[in-house]
């Protein structure tokens, strides 16, 4: 199914897409268990030798605290995959600590490094896995008040209209992208905010309080609002850059559209 097309459920993409796009992040994550169970199991086998009879239950204890240590995130690691590839929600209830913001990200991240993986690559593997377990969670999530975060970048460089204080300030005149988020934002009833760092998105997001946010933004500033933003339920979409970074950026307005419309269908 195209990119293009709207689910009931929220926006898809075929299956191939899907899996391909999500497999650096999933599959870094995946290695660095494996990395961790080998670990245990080499650190095991070095302190064995050294207890003796008398401290055998010793020894057993801390084994059994080391695969503790495995299935905790092996658990929660496979539940996540599943969600994310089949569309089944199998995720704990939303507020408590997440495997994949507070854990995951970072070490996929350090891992990718070793492995030399483009770093934007993992970025929008991870944005990808986030999306699917947004959408799979779709019957846990209101949509009662939707907050869209963009880009500053989004905004035509010659232009002096004060944007992050008020994205009222935006003349339409159709040189930049932002007029008509405008007025996708007045179609459906949303807050939109125009941020130029993630500080500002932070206290934009405190102050609103969504019950969901569709952010537009590059790679690297989507994988850490995702994380700053969390137990929100955000929806990324990831700009264009035709002129390089932070520069006349756009964005595809069917995608933008898509992910509001997830939200939107939430409300009432």
Not at 41 to 60: C, D, K, N
Request: net charge positive; hydrophobic share 45%; with cysteine.
């Amino acid at each position: 199914m195209p990119h293009d097309q709207m689910s009931p459920a929220g926006p898809v993409e075929s299956p191939w897409r899907s899996w391909w796009s999500m497999a650096p992040f999933l599959g870094c994550c995946w290695v660095s268990l494996l990395i961790l169970a080998a670990g245990e199991g080499v650190t095991l086998y070095l302190i064995e030798p050294r207890f003796s009879h008398a401290a055998q239950p010793l020894l057993g204890i801390i084994g059994a605290a080391m695969i503790l240590f495995f299935l905790v995130p092996f658990v929660g690691l496979t539940f996540i995959t599943i969600t994310a590839v089949s569309g089944i929600d199998l995720l704990y209830p939303r507020g408590r600590t997440s495997i994949t913001v507070k854990v995951l990200f970072p070490i996929a991240a350090t891992l990718s490094q070793l492995l030399r993986i483009e770093r934007n690559r993992l970025r929008t593997s991870f944005v990808k896995v986030n999306n699917a377990l947004t959408v799979a969670q779709r019957r846990r999530i209101r949509g009662d008040r939707v907050l869209v975060l963009l880009p500053h970048c989004l905004q035509i460089d010659v232009c002096n209209r004060k944007l992050t204080t008020d994205v009222g300030n935006c003349m339409r005149c159709g040189k930049s992208p932002v007029g008509t988020l405008v007025e996708l934002g007045e179609k459906y009833g949303l807050r939109l905010e125009v941020v130029n760092g993630g500080t500002l998105a932070r206290r934009r997001v405190a102050v609103f309080q969504p019950s969901g946010i569709v952010a537009v933004a590059c790679e690297r500033d989507l994988a850490f609002g995702i994380q700053d933003a969390y137990p929100v339920p955000v929806y990324g979409v990831i700009n264009d850059r035709p002129n390089g970074p932070c520069v006349n950026t756009c964005v595809d307005m069917e995608l933008v559209e898509e992910a509001i419309r997830f939200f939107r269908q939430k409300d009432g």
